[in-house]
């Protein structure tokens, strides 16, 4: 009620002192000149908006007091003195207003909180609680030491959350400083070089030096050398990969050759004992005795005799023919793989370098097709089948030829120069 009747009597203040400028402004309206005129509309103008504002202040003012349930330590904090009223005016008691509303919400959070951990002290179990939904209207009173400890636990908390936005403010702030200053850094060294064109040319050709004796290396490489173990960690891994339709596949071909095995093991196993008998032509006819079992106990004893041999003569040529074949597909797959990335280092030369690139332009254009003759190689063809690292090299081992038939020139040139 005390808080109700200082503002009631700010507003009359307030309230009296406009009537008395009203009452100037208004004792004052036969200007002298024309340019008062305007700045008495403004003053109404402003007059007016500062009466409205009195008047929703007054409402919300008259609101609040109603609606107050806090207790009187919140009161007596917030209750300005005697002497200070007049002199602080409508923005101040306004500012006290909003913070004494922040307050109660806080005030209510905290007692609710309370009132949560106690329950749950209470039933023995944890349940989950938000503390951070202010609420409107509580229901529990608690004492003002609960209530002092809960502010002052809200006070840390918010004391080091502040804190620890202020120092990740200053280490951003450090950091964007740091960053400024090596982009300027970066900016003035960029800025200063200024490079001629006898510096541009140098560089070029000390690029190109590098690019060709890389390129050269690379091809010395793929000749023959053994490859990187990268490579050869992927392509055991690729073998060992077994799928289901490498599994059928390999499973018929095993069906295939023991069938191909047994037939010729059962050919095999069938001796023929023959005599010659000689006809009236003269010519021989071969006669199969009759079988004994004596006989047919020696055929058996024969036959698994000629078994083994053909078993031991046989399986050792499959097991080398098919190690031969797993060489043979290894083989291949690993040129493959090196033509590939030969072919892969071509075109990625081709396309990164300028020089490079401008190799096959220069030399496909027919200025320099007498440069292939200086190495023996007839002019380019473009039907002539060849694989891909030949046509991709043609091209530069022509400059390349050419670069060289120039220099023998310069060379034999250089004795008439000589004093």
């Known amino acids: 009620m005390a808080i109700a009747t200082n503002m009631h009597r700010r507003g009359n203040n307030v309230g009296s002192s406009d009537t008395m400028e009203e009452r100037k402004v208004k004792s004052d309206s036969a200007p002298k000149h024309d340019d008062l005129d305007g700045l008495r509309a ?57 913070e004494l509303r922040r307050l109660r919400e806080k005030h209510a959070s905290l007692v609710a909180l309370a009132d949560g951990l106690e ?16 609420i409107k209207s509580v229901n529990v009173v608690k ?16 004391a080091r959350s502040m804190q620890a936005l202020e120092m990740a403010v200053v280490q951003a702030h450090q950091e964007a400083m740091r960053e400024k200053a090596k982009v300027e850094e970066v900016k003035s060294r960029t800025g200063a070089i200024h ?5 541009h040319v140098q560089s070029m050709l000390a690029t190109r030096r ?17 490859t990187h173990a990268e490579s050869e960690t992927v392509e055991y891994e690729d073998r060992d990969t077994v799928t289901d339709p490498m599994i059928v596949e390999e499973y018929e071909r095993y069906l295939k050759a023991r069938k191909r095995v047994l037939d010729a093991v059962q050919a095999l196993s069938k001796p023929v004992h023959v005599h010659s008998g000689q006809h009236l032509d003269g010519s021989h006819e071969l006669v199969a005795p009759t079988a004994s079992p004596s006989m ?34 290894f083989a291949t797959e690993q040129i493959d793989d090196e033509m590939a990335k030969t072919i892969n280092t071509l075109d990625r030369l081709g396309d990164e370098s300028q020089l490079l690139q401008a190799f096959p332009i220069l030399a496909r254009s027919g200025r320099f097709q007498h440069a292939a003759s200086v190495l023996g190689k007839r002019a380019y063809n473009e039907d002539e089948t060849k694989d891909g690292i030949s046509k991709r090299m043609e091209p530069w081992i022509k400059r390349w030829a050419k670069e060289g038939r120039r220099w023998n020139l310069f060379r034999r040139a250089l004795p008439k120069y000589d004093y």
């Open 296 to 329: 047919m106990r020696g055929d058996e004893v024969e036959a698994n005799g000629l078994l083994n041999t053909v078993e031991k003569a046989l399986l050792p040529t499959l097991q080398r023919q098919r190690t031969a074949q797993a060489h043979i597909l």
């Open 210 to 226: 590098v690019l060709t004796a890389w390129l050269e290396e690379g091809l010395e490489l793929c000749q023959g050398r053994e």
């Open 119 to 134: 329950s749950a002290k209470s039933s023995g179990a944890v349940a989950p609680f938000d503390a951070g939904v202010p």
């Open 143 to 158: 004492t003002r030491s609960e209530a002092g400890k809960g502010m002052a636990i809200l006070e840390d908390n918010l």
């Open 42 to 98: 403004e003053y109404l103008e402003a007059l007016e908006e500062t009466r409205a504002a009195q008047r929703r202040y007054k409402i919300a003012a008259s609101t609040a007091c109603r609606a107050q349930t806090g207790t009187e330590e919140d009161a007596s904090h917030i209750t300005p003195t005697d002497g200070g009223s007049d002199a602080e005016g409508p923005a101040a008691l306004l500012a006290r207003h909003v």
């Open 195 to 199: 490079p001629t064109a006898q510096q």
